[in-house]
T-cell receptor, first 115, second 113 residues
């Protein structure tokens, strides 16, 4: 009965490859997010979707493309992977429109290593 | 630029002892401040959330304080347990920024028996 799940948990790949990370939430939440946690452990938001619509798109290279087939899923596709993309990627969800007071529930993270 | 700084970066305490973690922020205009606990290999989990009018909030053995004037917060862990070993992250939200949160780098706490 995992609330926010991500697959895969670990991803090791070569530079230049294209890869996808999947996220699903079974909380019935309307808003989903992707975060990147760098080596210094800072979490930075990348994207946010509310009911399948993009509402936050930070200055992320356009090699990163989120896709939300329905409000329970938010997948992250990364083209032409670079060494600097190595990080832990977290998916999260919150109940409504994503206001400042909403608690965000995080998935377990996907550890991406680009060689 | 909105920033959240935490100290210390890491600390080691003996089981049963207390400890206090610090958070300074420059996020403006301030909406609320959260403390998250992140176990190794897991995603962050919310512990407390406070607005500027709240000075203190508790969640079990965790007590958070907030001084909105000095833009400082602390998280006090009482009678630490081995399961408290984790990273504790201070997260601040600005008014009008919606769900864009500013995260601190966290304090890694190791509780030893």
């Amino acid at each position: 009965d995992t609330a926010v799940s991500q697959t895969p948990k670990y991803l090791v790949t070569q530079m230049g490859n294209d890869k996808s990370i999947k996220c699903e939430q079974n909380l019935g939440h309307d808003t989903m997010y992707w975060y990147k946690q760098d080596s210094k452990k800072f979490l930075k938001i990348m994207f946010s979707y509310n009911n399948k619509e993009l509402i936050i798109n930070e200055t992320v290279p356009n090699r990163f493309s989120p896709k939300s087939p329905d409000k329970a899923h938010l997948n992250l596709h990364i083209n032409s992977l670079e060494l600097g993309d190595s990080a832990v990627y977290f998916c999260a969800s919150s109940q409504d429109g994503g206001g400042a007071w909403e608690t965000q529930y995080f998935g377990p993270g996907t550890r991406l290593l680009v060689l | 630029k909105n920033q959240v700084e935490q100290s210390p970066q890491s600390l080691i305490i003996l089981e049963g002892k207390n400890c206090t973690l610090q958070c300074n922020y420059t996020v403006s205009p301030f909406s609320n401040l959260r403390w998250y606990k992140q176990d190794t290999g897991r995603g962050p989990v919310s512990l407390t959330i406070m607005t500027f009018s709240e000075n203190t909030k508790s969640n079990g053995r965790y007590t958070a304080t907030l001084d909105a004037d000095t833009k400082q917060s602390s998280l006090h862990i009482t009678a630490s347990q081995l399961s408290d070993s984790a990273s504790y992250i201070c997260v601040v939200s600005a008014k009008g920024a919606g769900n864009k949160l500013t995260f601190g780098g966290g304090t890694r706490v190791l509780v030893k028996p």
